[in-house]
């Protein structure tokens, strides 16, 4: 029984931490980063080259994060920001960035870099061995939803952002900067993709073509869930990684992959606005009532 659980929270904490930034960018500007799975393998670079230089492993992380955060700022500031209202060309224009970045990186640093061993240890249950660094990612998907939550309901760039969100003309009309909520939305998006390389660094090959295994299925958490990125990342990372889990340990891990696969072209034929359409949906009934 443990196993199931443990191979549940494994693929909900990959699942949450690979498309946080993502959705945030889908969610609030409209745009699909094709470059996302290679923000991803930066932040894994840039950990692993802090950590061996003899950087604390914690301080690696939130460092490589920031940096990530402020190359998608810059990309932003020289790519993005001309492409807010143009959305199939912000596609090719992220889509060449990726292979700008995958390219260079290899060239660079060459097509992989020694990487570290998965700190923390292991703890035994009936027999059979799991990895506490495992659960504390699990550990830290869930803090970082209830962070977004705040982020994005509590504060003031969350009134912005959701204001931007819903309709941008409106806000601008209303006073607020839509080009900087874009911007910030960008930026932090761009973090947390590094944060989520430089989670998983430890525990993946440092490759520069590792951001393609977030990629996918960040793409498909993100259809399933929906524009919404508070409703829809939580959801279909909870629903996704069941079914994934479960596939995993029953049918091997190519099968993992399928099913959440099938459930995309089913989600999108069923429901197209995804999960969060869903309860949005629903909740917009019973205030009408």
């Not at 947390?192 to 993946?204: H, N, S």
């Amino acid at each position: 029984m443990f196993s199931y659980l443990y191979q549940f929270l494994d693929s909900f904490s990959f699942l949450v931490l690979a498309v946080s930034g993502l959705s945030i960018i889908f969610g609030m500007m409209g745009i699909i980063n094709l470059a996302h799975g290679e923000f991803i393998m930066l932040g894994a670079y840039a950990m692993t080259i802090m950590a061996k230089a003899s950087v604390p492993l914690p301080l690696a992380i939130i460092l490589a994060a920031l940096l990530v955060g402020l190359f998608g700022f810059v990309v932003d500031k020289l790519v993005v920001c001309r492409l807010y209202d143009r959305p199939v060309d912000s596609v090719v224009a992220t889509w060449g960035i990726s292979l700008l970045l995958r390219q260079g990186i290899l060239i660079l640093l060459g097509p992989s870099l020694p990487g570290l061993t998965t700190p923390m240890g292991t703890f035994m249950v009936g027999g059979t061995s799991y990895s506490i660094y495992r659960m504390v990612l699990a550990l830290i998907a869930v803090v970082l939803l209830v962070l977004m939550y705040w982020l994005f309901m509590h504060t003031r760039f969350g009134l912005h952002s959701r204001a931007t969100m819903q309709n941008s003309a409106t806000a601008q009309a209303m006073g607020v900067n839509t080009a900087q909520m874009y911007s910030l939305t960008f930026t932090i998006g761009s973090a947390l993709a590094g944060l989520c390389g430089a989670l998983y660094g430890p525990t993946m090959t440092i490759t520069p073509t590792m951001g393609q295994a977030f990629q996918n299925d960040s793409f498909v958490t993100v259809i399933v869930g929906g524009a919404n990125p508070l409703i829809g990342t939580a959801l279909s990372g909870t629903v996704l990684g069941v079914i994934q889990s479960v596939l995993n340990i029953t049918m091997g891990t190519f099968f993992g992959k399928m099913g959440l696969l099938i459930v995309a072209i089913i989600v999108i034929r069923v429901l197209p606005k995804g999960f969060s359409g869903l309860v949005e949906s629903y909740m917009m009934k019973r205030k009408n009532r």
